[in-house]
């Protein structure tokens, strides 16, 4: 059985600096302040090494992400009735989808790209995202970002 991945809030005071620079570089790059990685990770002083192994496991918290789009990424298995399932936890959880894609399967493996609006006061990412990764057949769920 895989191991599901576990989320943490943590205060900014306990957060490793290596990891609070990865997020001041993510924000040069997204408001375009500066084009490359090279350019961001130099500008915030840290190695484009360490951009690249925590760039996809950190990301600021606000405390009003409810009301917001959220979009991941799932691989999952190509069976009947999957795709229904994580459907049904999104909605049990009050989010709205937006927007869909899943890919040909390959090797039996799909990845589905779900963008999610999670309604104000009645919507709970956390639990949405421990429902999914619950599935049998659901390898991997990635939070590509939140608006």
């Known amino acids: 059985m895989k191991e599901k991945t576990k989320y943490f809030v943590v205060k900014e005071k306990a957060v490793p600096e290596v990891l609070l620079k990865v997020v001041e570089a993510k924000k040069l790059l997204d408001t375009e302040k500066v084009m490359t990685v090279q350019e961001a990770t130099e500008q915030v002083g840290i190695s ?3 951009f690249y192994k925590y760039k996809d496991d950190i990301f600021p918290f606000h405390d009003d992400a409810k009301g917001k789009t959220v979009t991941f990424i799932i691989q999952m ?3 009947p009735g999957l795709l229904s399932m994580v459907l049904g936890a999104v909605a049990e959880h009050s989010g709205n989808i937006l927007t869909i894609h899943q ?3 390959i ?3 799909a990845t ?3 963008s999610i609006d999670i309604l104000p006061a009645k919507g709970d ?4 995202i421990h429902k999914i990764e619950s599935l049998d057949g659901v390898h991997y769920l990635k939070i590509l970002g939140r608006e």
């Open 103 to 105: 890919s040909i399967p």
């Open 48 to 50: 484009r090494s360490s």
């Open 125 to 128: 990412v956390e639990a949405m």
């Open 77 to 79: 298995d190509d069976e």
């Open 112 to 114: 589905l790209t779900l």
């Open 107 to 109: 090797n039996g493996i």
